[in-house]
């Protein structure tokens, strides 16, 4: 699935889920910049990602990352200020 700027997403990594947007995406998709709150995978707010050959999103430093779009999420005006929610 190809992300793109603004979209709302469920961010997991070692079982803990948290509400984020993506911040930046690459034109390709292949990499993102994610805003949330809370730490995922050891890093705090924002946080960068690649997707890796098999498609698997990862941290810079190689954690897997599993990205869903947040369909139930409300948009707000924050969401262009880089604000999760």
Known sequence: ????TGDR????CDGNTVPGVVLTASDDG???????DGTV???LRPM????DRKGIYRTLSNAPI??????GAAVTSNQSSG???
Do not use: H, N
């Not at 699935?1 to 793109?4: P, V």
């Not at 960068?48 to 997707?51: A, C």
């Not at 599993?66 to 369909?71: E, G, N, Y």
């Open 9 to 12: 997403v469920k961010i997991t």
């Open 30 to 36: 292949r990499s993102l910049a994610l805003m949330f």
């Open 41 to 43: 995978a050891g890093y």
């Open 83 to 85: 604000d999760c929610l």
């Open 1 to 4: 699935m190809k992300f793109d």
């Open 48 to 51: 960068s990602v690649m997707r």
């Open 66 to 71: 599993i990205l869903r779009l947040d369909v």
